[in-house]
């Protein structure tokens, strides 16, 4: 039977957060917990996907249509509670949709919640035969979490939430996750007549199950890995999460051939791709789609940022955003490289340089204290310390080029838009307004006037 829908919860405020953000827009290893929960869920293909939402709805909302544009919005009213949540969703998807298979409900605070688990569960029931299937797991700490009461057969008897659970449900340890697997329209029945007689006077989704029970058998399907389904409430769950997280992502990495010499302070998150030999010194960072080639070393103390590193290249305390680093090329120390740069091969950016929408050409230097911004340079210049390509008029972003071969010298600025050609040495000091010719020498005069006996003898 078909996935017919699929209900994420992300009504919540997520007050224990602390912050203006809605809890579900929080990041997790470079993604929202919404956008990671929406991934899974929609690796299931269900034939619709909805998010209900309340809580700086639009803001919400908006995130949604970013990671899946054909998502179906749902607006929660004022009424609170899980179970509220479904009664909408369910009657704006059975007014809109015909369903007639399942229907996976999920909350959205569980961002390593991964498709292969959802697999699990919704097979789990369709082979039990079972009317509704809570995600269950074992928790050696299940304080907050809503116990599950078995019966003497091993269903699912009720699920007590921990306000109101009494001293021996307070001792089980296994939990609900928050997500289920109901048949459609056992679902539609079982949410109609939810009540508000609890401690927190919310319509609670687990109260449904008691009426699935009465319609037939309610199981469970424990999660093979904890950590899955745990969810996160405040910030200190969010950095252990985070921790622990990052622990087995390093971990796998190093069984995969990447040297990491300190993992604890060493941060990847989950879209990097690293290459065999790769090592990555302590402090570094790597963000986003990051691609690291072969014998390539990062680090210490770098951020690379969706940039792509070839075999053999070093970076080396620096920051790098949406940059390629050419094979055996060196950036660093102190190297800021902005959005758009390209480097050849054995290319080098050296100390306190800041770079943006620069082409380097193969074997190109610019050792330190230059700043090259909408410029291309040809093939084994070298650009010499405290250079300044002057690219910026007031209104436009103008361009410079330099050739091949070329020789800047120390302390030249280049107004912008300018072209140096092949084999040119520039003399130090110099001011470049107009284009210059290959094969050329080109320097600005500055008289240099020294008055003596300036400073009055009492302040000397």
């Known amino acids: 039977m078909a996935l017919s829908a699929a209900i994420i919860l992300a009504a919540g405020e997520g007050t224990r957060m602390r912050s203006?953000?809605?809890k579900v827009l929080h990041?997790?290893?470079?993604?929202?917990?919404?956008?990671?929960?929406?991934?899974?869920?929609?690796?299931?293909?269900?034939?619709?996907?909805?998010?209900?939402?309340?809580?700086q709805a639009e803001r919400v909302a908006a995130a949604a249509r970013s990671y899946q544009p054909d998502v179906e919005i749902v607006n929660q009213d004022d009424i609170p509670g899980t179970g509220r949540a479904?009664?909408?969703?369910?009657?704006?998807?059975?007014a809109e949709h015909k369903l007639n298979g399942y229907v996976l409900i999920a909350a959205s605070d569980m961002p390593l919640l991964d498709a292969e688990t959802l697999r699990g569960l919704v097979a789990f029931h369709e082979q039990s035969g079972n009317g509704a299937t809570v995600l269950t797991t074992i928790l050696d700490d299940p304080t907050g979490y809503?116990?599950?009461?078995?019966?003497?057969?091993?269903?699912?008897?009720?699920?007590?939430?921990?306000?109101?659970?009494?001293?021996?449900?307070l001792a089980v340890q296994e939990v609900n996750t928050s997500v289920y697997v109901f048949d459609a329209d056992l679902l539609g029945r079982a949410i109609a007549d939810l009540k508000s007689n609890n401690a927190q006077g919310e319509f609670y989704l687990t109260d449904a199950l008691e009426t699935a029970r009465?319609?037939?058998?309610?199981?469970?399907?424990?999660?093979p890995d904890p950590l899955s389904v745990e969810g996160v409430n405040d910030r200190v769950q969010l950095a252990a999460l985070a921790k622990e997280h990052n622990r087995r992502v390093c971990e796998a990495w190093m069984h995969s051939g990447v040297t990491i010499l300190d993992p604890e302070t060493t941060w990847i998150e989950d879209d990097v791709?690293?290459?065999?030999?790769?090592?990555?010194?302590?402090?570094?960072?790597?963000?986003?789609?990051?691609?690291?080639?072969?014998a390539a070393v990062i680090g210490p103390y770098t951020t690379l940022i969706d940039a792509t590193v070839d075999a053999e290249a070093v970076v080396e305390r620096s920051r790098v955003q949406e940059s390629h680093i050419g094979r055996g090329t060196n950036i660093?120390?102190?190297?800021?490289?902005?959005?758009?740069?390209?480097f050849?091969?054995?290319?080098?950016?050296?100390?306190f340089v800041e770079m943006k929408k620069a082409h380097i050409g193969n074997g190109t230097k610019v050792p330190h204290l230059s700043y090259v911004g909408d410029a291309e340079l040809g093939e084994h210049t070298n650009v010499g310390g405290g250079t300044i390509t002057a690219n910026y008029d007031g209104v436009h972003k103008n361009r410079t080029k330099i050739g091949s071969g070329a020789h800047i010298g120390a302390g030249n600025l280049l107004v912008a838009p300018v072209e140096v050609g092949d084999n040119v040495t520039s003399g130090a000091g110099s001011v470049i307004r107009h284009n210059v010719p290959s094969d050329s020498m080109v320097y600005s005069e500055n008289t240099q006037h020294v008055v003596e006996g300036w400073k009055p003898k009492w302040e000397r």
């Open 344 to 351: 050849g091969d054995n290319a080098k950016a050296g100390a």
């Open 273 to 294: 791709e690293l290459a065999r030999d790769v090592t990555v010194l302590p402090g570094s960072f790597l963000q986003g789609h990051t691609v690291v080639g072969e």
């Open 20 to 22: 203006a953000n809605p």
């Open 146 to 169: 809503g116990r599950i009461i078995r019966d003497r057969d091993g269903h699912v008897l009720r699920i007590v939430e921990q306000r109101d659970a009494n001293r021996s449900e």
């Open 214 to 223: 009465s319609a037939g058998t309610v199981g469970a399907f424990t999660a």
């Open 86 to 94: 479904v009664q909408c969703a369910m009657a704006q998807l059975e």
């Open 332 to 342: 660093g120390p102190w190297t800021y490289l902005r959005q758009g740069n390209d």
């Open 27 to 55: 990041t997790f290893a470079g993604k929202t917990f919404l956008n990671r929960v929406m991934d899974s869920v929609a690796a299931l293909e269900p034939d619709t996907l909805a998010v209900v939402v309340h809580y």
